[in-house]
């Protein structure tokens, strides 16, 4: 039975609950991003998800920090942790970002991962001048973007002519440092979603929602072909961790990084108020429109003492995910007592069930 993998949300573009909290920096900054992820690392943490926008959301006139630069610099600064940097199509021609991803790969050693994100937020495209394409037009583009990139990872030149984009002949060197290619993350709850994921994704990362819909989705998943070359998709999620002693301390702190993240109410419609109505992820997430962070957040129900938080890691361990993007608040010491109280009873709790099978 393997170790589930435990990664973190870089807060690229601030708090994950609340701006407002006394303990964390209100606003964006790679100095505080850098910090977080150092500390991730040391204390243990497998993965990172930078995520990418070029305006805040939440606030146009909040910071935001930009995520390629960010992954090459932590591919300095880090040592041990993979950086999943992730991509909006429509931002980069793919050749261009094949090849900045194959500079950070070396970089980082072979550390570098990519997450696909076909977009959201409209604002994001209409004041950047980029296209406006349906829904569905964008995974069509994510397709034939995404085969391209993976194409140029490979050790042949790549003549390709499609729909959106046209190479003649075009190879990279050097190729990608430790293996064949960076890995390819991707998410998303429509069909055409769904989809790109089982044709060309390695990890599907699944919205944080409970157990029995997380099968759900991994039994949807599971059930599509894949091409014959391709290993078995495997699956990640998404959530928001409050674990305490008890479940009365981890419930007064849920109740107190809500009443905290009401301030941050007007952000909250700002935002919705440029989501593409077509988009199915928000409304999975209007199940949990009194949860905290985003993708899910606490609508995964890793709230309580840290008994039930491990049984339930384990849980949706044993239903297939095999990596854990986290949020928390204060970022520090919430990691640090998370690895420190949760990973160990993760650890004993699945020990237990592996000597009881037997």
Known sequence: MSEPRYGVWSPVYGPWASRVHPDEPPQARYAINREVILEAERFGFSTVMIAQHIIN??????????????????????????????????????AVLAKMALGIDAISKGRLAINLISGWYLPEMEQGGFALRSH?????????????????????????????????????????????????????????????????????LINGRPVRLIQEVIADLVRRPRPTDSQP?????????????????????????????????????????GV????????????????????????????????TVARRIGAFANAGIETFLLQFQPLIPEMRRFFNEVVPRVRQFRSEETRQAV
Request: proline share 6%.
């Open 136 to 204: 569905d037009e964008r995974y069509r583009f994510s397709t034939e973007w995404l085969r391209i990139v993976k194409a140029l990872w490979g050790d042949r030149p790549v003549t390709y002519e499609g729909a959106y984009f046209k190479l003649k002949n075009l190879q990279f060197h050097p190729g990608p440092i430790t293996r064949s290619r960076p890995c390819v993350y991707l998410g998303g709850e429509s069909e055409p979603a769904r989809q790109l994921a089982a044709a060309e994704a390695d990890i599907y």
């Open 233 to 273: 998709l495997r699956f990640g999620m998404a959530a928001f961790v409050i674990a305490r002693p008890t479940a009365r301390e981890a419930k007064d702190e849920f109740e107190y990084l809500a009443q905290l993240a009401a301030r941050n109410e007007r952000d909250m419609l700002e935002l919705l108020k």
């Open 57 to 94: 959301p939440l606030n146009h006139d909040y910071d935001q920090v930009e995520t390629w630069s960010t992954a090459a610099a932590l591919a300095e600064a880090t040592r041990t942790i993979e950086l999943i940097a992730a991509v909006k199509p429509f931002l980069f021609h793919p």
């Open 276 to 307: 593409d109505p077509n988009v199915e992820m928000f409304k999975t997430f209007a199940a949990s429109e009194k949860g905290l962070g985003t993708n899910g957040g606490t609508y995964a129900e890793l709230v309580g003492d840290y008994d």
